[in-house]
Every structure is written in C-alpha cells, then in structure tokens.
C-alpha cells in the first residue's frame, strides 16, 4: 500500500525506508505503546507549537483524514469553517470559538479505522457494519485521548454525532450531557455532510440540507439555537434567537444551570470542556448581570426564571 501510495500521498524517500526496514518497524508493533514509543524516539526536545502552527497541523490531519474517502474530501474544512462562523455569531468567547474549530479538524479522525468496504458501500450496510460505523466518533476521542495538549479537543469531537433527545452515537447522550460545542459541532457536522454526496444518496442542494437540519430541530435531535447559527453561518434567512433573561448568553445560561446544581468551577469547566479561567469569568458575568452575590442567590434567579431543565427521568 505504501508503495502503491508513493508520490501521491507519501515521501516516496519514506516510502522505500519502510519498505526495507518493514520488519524492524513492525516487529512490536502490538505491544508497543504508541505514545509513549514515538515520543521516546523523538531525536531532540522539540518547542511547543505556536497557535498558528497548531492550527496548521490540525487542517493538515483534518485533510488527510478526508483523503480516506472521494466522498468526503473537503468535509472536514467545511465543518470547521460553519462551527467556527457559527461560535462566533453566538458571541462566544475567542477562546471557546477556538476550541470548537480544533475539535471539528480532528472530528472525523476515527474514520480512519473504519475500512472503505464500508465508508464507500452504496447498498444497506449490515448490522455489522453499522456498529463499526457508530465506533468511529469514540474512535476519534481514544485516538487524541494520549496527549494532553490534544484531549480535550477529542472529547469535543466525540460528540459530533450524538443527539440531544439520546438517539446518537457512541454514547446516547442526553440534552445537557452534550457541551455547547458539542451541540454546535454536531449541527455543522450534520449540515454539511448534506451538502456532500454519499454513495447511497446524491448531495443535497443548499435550500433541502437546511429544511433537513431545522426538520431535525423540530424533532428534538438538534439545538434550535446551535442549528440556526449553522444555518447563519451558511448565508440562509434565519429565526429570531431566543433571549435569556438579564442578557444572558446561551453559554452563561449553561454555567449558571451547572452552578446551580452545585457544581464548583473546576468541575464546571471539566463538564463543558473548557478553560476553569473561561469558567471564572462567565461565573463574574452571570453574577454582575443577574445582580447575585452569591451562588444561592444565582440558584434562586435560575428557579424564579423556569431556566433549570428537569433532570433525566425526572
């Protein structure tokens, strides 16, 4: 396959040193940690990444990710830029912004361990089929789950299929189990991929990938708000946002609703995958606009104002 490769995808000069030392790199290949294997063979220290150089790395493995399949190619540059655009006219901060476009470059990861047999299949796929399917998500997350710098943006991207009403994959996440970037990310995902062919179906035009996702809005599979910034973000007509009360933002709304239900900070920014310095300031915010001192008396505004969704099973 390397060979077969040579000069398109792969530096043919790296492709002969395989070929030759093929049964040196193979040997453990099974026992081997990978991580901790090419870290360890790194020759020299090399200086973290600068914000632009990650960034470039992450579109260059966004790209070779898309190159796995003709039907993808250009998919995950194209979900990155409608979650991004998407973020930002929600007003989030240059930081959350950030994150959900590093997530969405990696988003597709897994689907590098899904064969083409199955990506690329224009009948009905067996159920066993569709269970390797639904695995790629998790995929991606344990595949970015070794590096520190890289894990958060996996368990971002590990959501991009999943539903707010439980019917998604790998985890059959709930409403306010998925984080905010999980909801938009899964809405660009879900938009864009309609807007490209597939083997069982053709691409959808602009105007029909729209009225699918606001269908799937209506459904409860998808956030309304997410769904609609998406729909902006690709130049369609959009609904008035809802308001929150005392100005509000949808992610000030989601902290205040976890420090409600007495969640610290710390564990606030775990839960939506966020900076705890992100967290300390939408807590200052969500405090000066509500006119709350103190965490009980945020508590008592998210009663008074019907903003606490009831609890699973509830």
């Known amino acids: 396959m390397a060979r077969e490769r040579s000069g398109t995808q792969f530096d043919p000069s790296l492709v002969d040193l395989v070929a030759s030392q093929a049964p040196l790199l ?18 020299a220290p090399s200086p973290p990444l600068t914000s632009s150089q990650l ?8 790209d070779f990710t898309d190159l796995k399949s003709p039907y993808t190619l ?6 990155a830029g409608l979650a991004a655009a998407a973020a930002t006219s929600l007003s989030w901060p240059a930081g959350d912004v950030t994150h959900v476009r590093r997530a969405a470059l990696v988003h597709d990861l897994g689907r590098l361990g899904v064969s ?3 990506w690329d299949k224009s009948g009905p796929l067996s159920a066993a089929e569709i269970e390797r399917v639904r695995l790629h998500p998790y995929l991606t997350e344990r595949m970015l789950a070794s590096s520190p710098a890289l894990a958060r943006f996996g368990a ?15 985890r059959g996440l709930r409403g306010d189990a998925m984080t905010s970037a999980g909801k938009l990310l899964a809405a660009a995902d879900a938009y864009a991929a309609k807007l490209e062919p597939r083997p069982h179906r053709p691409a959808l035009a602009a105007a029909d990938a729209a009225r699918y996702l606001r269908g799937e809005v209506r459904a409860a599979r998808q956030d309304a708000e997410c769904a609609e910034a998406v729909l902006e973000a690709a130049g369609h007509p959009v609904r008035r946002r809802r308001e929150w009360p005392a100005g509000l933002t949808t992610r000030e709304v989601e902290v205040l ?8 900070n710390r564990q606030i920014a775990e839960r939506l ?15 000066a606009k509500t006119g709350a001192s103190n965490r009980a008396r945020a508590s008592l505004f998210v009663v008074r104002h019907g ?5 699973e099973g509830g």
């Open 55 to 62: 960034d470039a790395s992450l579109e260059a493995v966004g």
């Open 307 to 311: 903003l606490m969704p009831p609890l």
């Open 257 to 264: 609703r976890l420090l409600a239900r007495g969640l610290s």
């Open 74 to 79: 250009g998919h995950t540059r194209a979900v």
């Open 273 to 287: 995958v966020i900076a705890r310095k992100t967290v300390d300031n939408h807590v200052e915010h969500i405090y």
């Open 156 to 170: 971002t991207a590990a959501q991009h299929h999943e539903r707010i009403d439980g019917s998604g994959y790998p």
């Open 26 to 43: 193979f040997a453990d290949l099974d026992t081997a940690a990978s991580w901790t294997a090419i870290i360890s063979a790194e020759p």
């Open 116 to 118: 083409n047999a199955v």
